[in-house]
């Protein structure tokens, strides 16, 4: 290893003057809520790219992508009518009448025995 190599975490904090730390630490924490949401990985990219800038400079310019996992979103289920369009209610299924049921128990009720 060279030793007069200024280490990388170094440069890092520099980029940007640390808006790039604190853009990635953002970025990590959203992505690990949407894997502890969702039980699935995801990924944190981070591309840097370095351009000669003439005169001894060099210019460097961060990119930070995440690809976060999704919850997989439920389906609905349609029945198809003889005109073609869809319903939630099966038509080929007959309606039952619906009816008030009384909260007084009638003859023949349970009674309670005590012991």
């Not at 940007?16 to 970025?27: Q, R, V």
């Not at 990219?45 to 690809?67: N, R």
């Not at 999704?70 to 939630?88: D, H, M, Q």
Request: net charge neutral; aromatic share 4%.
């Amino acid at each position: 290893m060279n030793t007069k190599a200024r280490p990388f975490m170094d440069t890092l904090r520099d980029i940007e003057a640390g808006g790039l730390l604190d853009e990635l630490t953002e970025a990590q924490h959203s992505l690990i809520d949407a894997i502890r949401m969702t039980g699935k990985g995801g990924d944190l990219t981070i591309k840097l790219t370095y351009k000669p800038d003439g005169g001894g400079q060099m210019t460097v310019k961060a990119d930070v992508k995440t690809k976060e996992p999704v919850l997989a979103r439920g389906t609905s289920l349609f029945f198809l009518t003889p005109e073609g369009n869809i319903t939630r209610r099966d038509p080929r299924q007959q309606e039952i009448p619906l009816r008030s049921v009384e909260d007084e128990p009638g003859p023949g009720a349970l009674r309670q025995i005590s012991q």
